[in-house]
């Protein structure tokens, strides 16, 4: 009997990571990937558990799962499994709920897709040593493949629930990340992303997240490392030679130069001290400015992502106008903007001075706007200038969209297939394109790869980019 399995994944980068692994341990035991959770025989949802708003979606999903596909056997992962058990207990119909510690072994743990009359539970405590994964994630329609290098946090941000959802931080054994990245370029992935939860206390044994980069860089095939978010205090700043390309003689990275791209995504989260100091962050408003300075001293033109929480409780509106100002003053070309929002089993979910929910909303909007306005004015700056973009896929604006290193979102109108293949792209304008109205930076194609690494000239009036390639 061959059964199918589908996938739901809310949440972080990590959670992608995760479910990519569970993917390929399901297909291994004989399942099929079903294209939807109402045709599956078994519907896994990887839980997130770090808001309210996250928490309520996931339970909105369970449900509806439920509503589409009753004889369907259910499985909770993940974080929310693990925060709050009993919660997901209470919905009638769910036949698995396996916390953080052991969501990794479910294709195990389920021994076929059947409705049970009682949910299984396994929601252990999480254990402090450092761990393997077993196998290699699946990424069947990704050109990128995330790889997970570190799991938890020791920080205990007042906002955030990790450390109790994730644990303690401990990190991936060394000669398995690499394992994992070898598979994972041999399958023809030729961009990872470093991800974790607190990415720059990697560390196994004598070795940290600078070691393994470089183990990584001379990994034939490989062209780009980027690191997912990693908290300020934590970077070591030899990572900025490899990103700039002015890696010391001692770290030569060999064939190919440096490959870890030029961006950085660091949580600013405010830019009032007493916020910061409420929200135990381990920095001061001047420490986060000079250490941009610092960075984009060292490597010019980086692109700079942050997140920044509206709403915290005690954040007036003088604290907010120095977050606005701050944000403003710092060339950061990604912002998230996360609004407050109490939750339960974290220190500020008892906090006083809570901010009126109009107030949450109307900052809100005021640093989304702002954070469009920056990404336009740093997408803006590529106009006129010719980028290498490794190129993802077509969307249904018609244009093969890709990034560059610094994380710009390009886009070529351009008939023939692209993905996985890096080209040059001379930049007219920037443009909305897509269901999100995202920005984009637009252009003409001009060189593509034939083969790793060589680049050929497009001709003007190539109707594809393999009639480019053939050409002698
Ligand atoms: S550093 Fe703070 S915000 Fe980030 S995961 Fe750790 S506790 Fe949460």
């Not at 339960?344 to 949450?360: E, Q, S, W």
């Not at 560059?404 to 070529?412: H, I």
């Not at 890096?422 to 930076?441: H, K, M, T, W, Y």
Request: proline share 4%; charged share 25%.
């Amino acid at each position: 009997m061959h059964y199918t399995v589908a996938f739901e994944t809310l949440g972080c980068r990590l959670n992608q990571a995760e479910t990519a692994h569970l993917h390929r341990s399901f297909m291994e035991k004989g399942y099929a990937v079903a294209e939807n959770s109402a045709q599956a025989d078994l519907c896994v949802v990887n839980t997130c558990a770090l808001t309210s708003q996250a928490a309520s979606k996931c339970r909105r999903r369970i449900r509806s799962i439920l509503r589409a596909n009753p004889d369907a056997c259910i499985a909770a992962v993940g974080c929310y499994a693990q925060t709050d058990t009993e919660v997901l207990r209470a919905i009638e119909g769910i036949d698995y709920i396996i916390g953080t510690a052991d969501k990794m072994d479910l294709a195990s743990i389920i021994p076929e897709p059947a409705k049970l009359p009682e949910a299984v539970v396994v929601t252990r405590r999480m254990p402090r040593d450092g761990f393997s994964v077993a196998g290699t994630g699946y990424y069947p329609s990704h050109t990128r493949a995330n790889i997970k290098i570190q799991e938890g946090c020791d920080f205990v941000c007042s906002f955030c629930i990790i450390p109790t959802s994730r644990g303690p931080a401990r990190s991936r054994d060394f000669d398995d990340i690499l394992r994992e990245t070898r598979a994972l370029v041999a399958e023809g992935h030729r961009e990872i992303i470093l991800t974790g939860i607190n990415l720059g206390t990697y560390r196994d044994r004598d070795k940290g997240l600078v070691e393994l980069i470089e183990a990584q860089s001379r990994i034939e095939g490989l062209e780009r490392i980027r690191m997912s978010s990693i908290e300020p205090t934590t970077i070591d700043e030899r990572l900025f030679d490899y990103m700039s390309g002015g890696a010391p003689e001692e770290y030569d990275v060999g064939r190919g130069g440096p490959k870890l791209c030029p961006y950085l995504h660091i949580s600013l989260q405010s830019g009032d001290d007493g916020v910061l100091e409420a929200m135990r962050r381990r920095y001061t408003a001047r420490e986060f400015e000079d250490f941009v300075e610092l960075f984009l001293g060292r490597v010019p033109g980086a692109g700079m992502g942050t997140d920044v929480m509206v709403g915290f409780p005690g954040e007036d509106d003088e604290a907010f106008e120095r977050t606005y100002e701050l944000v403003s003053r710092i060339p950061f070309t990604h912002i998230h903007v996360f609004s407050f929002s109490a939750r339960k089993g974290t220190a500020a979910y008892l906090m006083k001075n809570k901010v009126p929910a109009a107030a949450i909303a109307e900052r809100s909007e005021r640093m989304h706007e702002l954070g469009e306005e920056k990404k336009e004015a740093y997408y803006s700056r590529c106009i006129g200038t010719n980028v290498r973009v490794l190129f993802e896929e077509r969307e249904t604006s018609g244009y093969f969209v890709g990034f560059t290193d610094n994380y710009v979102k390009v886009g070529a109108k351009h008939a023939g297939g692209l993905s996985n293949r890096f080209g040059d792209v001379a930049i007219r304008e920037c443009v909305r394109s897509g269901p999100a109205n995202a920005l984009l930076a637009a252009g003409d194609l001009i060189k593509i790869e034939r083969a790793a690494g060589d680049l050929v000239d497009i001709e003007r009036g190539a109707e594809s980019a393999a009639e480019a390639i053939n050409k002698p």
